[in-house]
């Protein structure tokens, strides 16, 4: 799996995954798979966008008058959704010393999701 990361402004950090091709075969044509998962950590908006992406074609298809089609799924979460803070912590780390990005501290964005009611904390505070 590749993964590439980049920043899209000082606080929002994209995330993505290309799977390798898949190769299925049994049809009248082998079918060809390609998958990618594109993850985008917004820190001022305390949200995580997850799109999958899923292109199915027949290679030549051209040639035989084959099929393609595009599967896409979009899915919008908020920080305090999400179970555990370790991966917004790596993402957060990720913009800020990589990448040179200047999102707001991570402690007050975690603090900040941790006053949303009725949800648990994610990280205790500390002194």
Do not use: C
Not at 33 to 56: C, E, G, K, P
Not at 117 to 124: E, R
């Amino acid at each position: 799996m590749q993964e590439r990361f980049e920043k899209i402004n000082d606080y929002t950090l994209s995330q993505t995954l290309h799977a390798p091709s898949e190769s299925l075969s049994g049809y009248s044509q082998s079918l060809t798979i390609q998958s990618r998962i594109t993850r985008i950590f917004n820190f001022l908006s305390a949200q995580v966008t997850t799109i999958t992406r899923d292109l199915t074609y027949e290679p030549r298809g051209g040639e035989s008058g084959g099929s393609s089609s595009v599967s896409t799924q979009t899915s919008v979460q908020n920080f305090s959704d999400v179970q555990s803070d370790a991966e917004i912590r790596l993402m957060h780390a990720k913009l800020k010393n990589d990448l040179k990005g200047n999102p707001p501290p991570i402690e007050d964005i975690l603090e900040a999701q941790a006053n949303v009611a009725g949800k648990p904390k994610l990280q205790p505070k500390r002194p």
